[in-house]
T-cell receptor, first 115, second 113 residues
């Protein structure tokens, strides 16, 4: 069975450029999460969607970050303009309804470097 | 509010020795508790979870964890460490009706030959 699929796996971009990260959740999962992981801050929840609707975006660091989920099988996380401090691993994850005892399934991550 | 505290950001054991990774939680409602493992350059994957059935939970790769309500703990153990266990381990908590799973800061396990 296909897991959570993220693209690109690695991206190096210059400061000021737009970055778009993509995610395909596991079929049948109606909850989708975007996380960011850095050495300094650990694993941070950026935004959570339920049934394609953003439920909590309180973790989005600033207006440069935006996320969309146009349908049940696709989501994007966009950074515009990008800055060096955005360098991190960005994970997309999905689950059956968020919380409760449901397991969260993570993608392999998108490694972003902003120079 | 829920929270998770993992004691020790780094733990080092010798191959064949006992692995003990500590996790304490705070929750005003009955919790669901998880351990996830992250191998280098990979995403997190579920190791085991407690969902109010048996308090001793067995997971993959010989790991187990025991839910102790009186101590608000969910420590992860493995009798004999293997080199392949070297990874980062995350304790997490959620509850019924809450959409968030709260992750701890992680404990990196080093296994010495």
């Amino acid at each position: 069975d296909a897991g959570v699929i993220q693209s690109p796996r690695h991206e190096v971009t210059e400061m000021g450029q737009e970055v778009t990260l993509r995610c395909k959740p596991i079929s049948g999962h109606n909850s989708l999460f975007w996380y960011r992981q850095t050495m300094m801050r650990g694993l941070e929840l950026l935004i959570y969607f339920n049934n394609n609707v953003p439920i909590d975006d309180s973790g989005m660091p600033e207006d440069r970050f935006s996320a969309k989920m146009p349908n049940a099988s696709f989501s994007t996380l966009k950074i515009q303009p990008s800055e060096p401090r955005d360098s991190a691993v960005y994970f997309c994850a999905s689950s059956l309804p968020g919380g409760s005892g449901n397991t969260i399934y993570f993608g392999e991550g998108s490694w972003l470097t902003v120079v | 509010a829920q929270s998770v505290t993992q004691l020790g950001s780094h733990v080092s054991v010798s191959e064949g020795a006992l692995v003990l990774l500590r996790c304490n939680y705070s929750s005003s409602v009955p919790p669901y508790l998880f351990w996830y493992v992250q191998y280098p350059n990979q995403g997190l994957q579920l190791l085991l979870k407690y969902t109010s059935a048996a308090t001793l939970v067995k997971g993959i790769n010989g790991f187990e964890a025991e839910f102790k309500k009186s101590e608000t703990s969910f420590h992860l153990t493995k009798p004999s460490a293997h080199m392949s266990d070297a990874a980062e381990y995350f304790c997490a908590v959620s509850h019924t009706g809450g959409f968030k799973t709260i992750f701890g800061a992680g404990t990196r396990l080093f296994v010495k030959a």
